[in-house]
């Protein structure tokens, strides 16, 4: 049976579905540092709060949620205004199907249409499927904090990883809150783009 997935900004009624998709990771893995399920009011008012700023986009197949990538500011001084955190997480039936690389690469085009230039991705270790996804995708490995993590009765590294969206420049031009391009037209070929290739079996 032929799929289509569809890559889309996250609507409130996304927020239950998409925390369906957290739970696992929070629970089960080391990959995200959170210890505790956060509850349904409080994740959805983080992503409210995100989506104001930042792109926060969801694929889903046949109206079923199946992975989320979002942006988040790095750090709060003026001087990181122009570089963001990225974090990606998907269901793990749609693995090795390229709607993770999909959702990525929209999330970097609306980024770099926003203004952003920096785009780092802290991964915490062992991930080396993460690792190996991130470097096909054009980041390079910056650093690692060692111990930076304890979860699960384990301390972790966390591996950073940086993309660049386009050259560091003199006096670069402020970023633009998400809600202010997306009835422009490049951003509506954004997600085009990004829908038209999207079939599996």
């Known amino acids: 049976m032929e799929l289509r997935p569809i890559i889309r900004l996250v609507k409130s009624a996304d927020f239950a579905a998409v925390l369906e998709i957290y739970k696992p990771f929070v629970t089960s893995t080391g990959i995200t540092p959170e210890d505790e399920v956060p509850g349904l ?100 490995e910056v650093g690692t904090f060692k111990k930076g993590v304890y979860k699960l009765g384990n301390w972790h590294d966390v591996r950073w990883f940086q993309l660049n969206l386009t050259e560091n420049c003199e006096n670069p031009p402020f970023p633009k809150p998400v809600k202010e391009i997306i009835h422009t037209t490049e951003f509506e070929t954004i997600l085009k783009q990004a829908n038209e290739g999207l079939i599996f079996q």
């Open 41 to 140: 009011q409080e994740f959805s008012i983080k992503i409210d709060g995100l989506a104001n700023n930042y792109p926060f986009l969801i694929s889903e197949v046949n109206g079923k949620v199946t992975g989320y990538t979002f942006a988040n500011n790095f750090r709060a001084a003026q001087g990181h205004k122009w570089s963001v955190e990225v974090s990606i997480y998907l269901s793990k039936d749609y693995y090795g199907k390229g709607v993770a690389a999909a959702l990525y690469q929209s999330l970097f085009a609306i980024l770099k249409l926003q203004n952003y230039i920096n785009v780092f991705a802290g991964i915490v270790l062992p991930n080396q499927r993460s690792e190996v996804f991130h470097k096909n995708l054009g980041f390079q």
